[in-house]
């Protein structure tokens, strides 16, 4: 069963930083790009960062382009999101996903939720 934890989350300043992890089992975790997505209140989810499988390739939104940084460990099953000079508008719930490939459906977790306020 695939399964994908996020954590991480909390209160936090704005201009201050915040490390997310996801934690994935289930699947091979090696062989797939990963996302981060997030949901402020009253929008929609948005796409905020992309990793290949291999960690060469990365994409960010133009939002959180030079202040974010997406990475992985394919040794621990980890993807992580590295968020510098945080703003109150990424407030917001961050969810991990893994994508549909083949047959393999697309998988989400449950999601940690960053706020930025002073």
């Known amino acids: 069963q695939v399964q994908l934890v996020e954590s991480g989350g909390g209160l936090v300043q704005p201009g201050g930083s915040l490390r997310l992890s996801c934690v994935a089992s289930?699947?091979?975790?090696?062989?797939?790009?990963m996302m981060w997505y997030r949901q402020a209140p009253g929008k929609e989810r948005e796409l905020v960062a992309y990793?290949?499988?291999?960690?060469?390739?990365?994409e960010y939104a133009d939002s959180v382009k030079g202040r974010f940084t997406i990475s992985r460990d394919n040794l621990q099953n980890t993807v992580y999101l590295q968020m510098n000079m945080l703003k109150p508008e990424d407030t917001a719930v961050y969810y991990c996903?893994?994508?549909?490939?083949?047959?393999?459906?697309?998988?989400w977790g449950k999601g940690t939720l960053v706020t930025v306020s002073s």
């Open positions: 996903q893994k994508p549909a490939a083949g047959a393999d459906a697309v998988a």
């Open positions: 289930g699947f091979s975790f090696m062989r797939y790009p």
């Open positions: 990793i290949s499988s291999t960690s060469r390739s990365k």
